[in-house]
């Protein structure tokens, strides 16, 4: 849902001069698959075993309960992200200025709440106006 | 369309009252709050990077791999990132 909606303000963030980048730990043949299927017109990139999202600190494992539990599911991690330690990152989005500075992190532990990319959008509108 | 959370609120309503398409058990529901909840007392959300850090760069491959650098994009401007665990 995150990637819908945020197809949804690419053309606005674009017209701001912008743009718009998805990390996913998830191999290349799953992008490219998720990519098609939802007609995007930003890039998803292969955070390959998690060296970005290590970076901004966005990293956990998944405790052994909860493995077993997706399992059950028929979700393998180590399938999707050639990743066996089951490690995956937690959601957040960021807006990062031209220079290279972090000027809006939202971040939640809890996968069900989001931010709404509308907000995105102002935060964007008011870098753009204040440079 | 709906906004954003409203979806999400929808979506989490539907899959936790068990019923189909999902047919999510209740341990399992009960399984995911306790993992959230944990994941929550980590401290994760504070540990990260924050408003005024520097952004770390980066250099991968796109769905059609092809090499994208972060770089790049913010010579021509801002850049959102958003961090996605995976469609599974």
Known sequence: ?131 | MAELQQRLDEFKKTFESGAPPYNAPHEAIETMHRATAELKATGIEGRSLKAGDPAPGFTLFNQDHVQVASSDLLRQGPLVISFFRGHW
């Open chain 1, 1 to 131: 849902m995150e990637l819908e909606a945020l197809q949804q303000i690419h053309s606005d963030v674009r017209a701001l001069g912008a743009e718009i980048v998805v990390l996913t730990p998830e191999l290349e043949r799953y992008t490219r698959a998720l990519h098609k299927k939802l007609n995007l017109t930003f890039d998803i990139l292969t955070d390959l075993h998690l060296n970005v999202a290590s970076q901004f600190r966005l990293v956990f494992t998944l405790p052994d309960y909860l493995r077993d539990l997706y399992k059950s599911f028929g979700s393998t991690l180590d399938r999707f992200h050639d990743e066996p330690e089951y490690r995956l990152p937690v959601p957040a989005r960021y807006v990062v200025d031209k220079l290279g500075t972090i000027r809006s992190a939202d971040v939640n532990a809890d996968y069900t709440v989001r931010s709404e990319p509308s907000e995105t959008v102002k935060q964007l509108q008011r870098l753009v106006g204040s440079q």
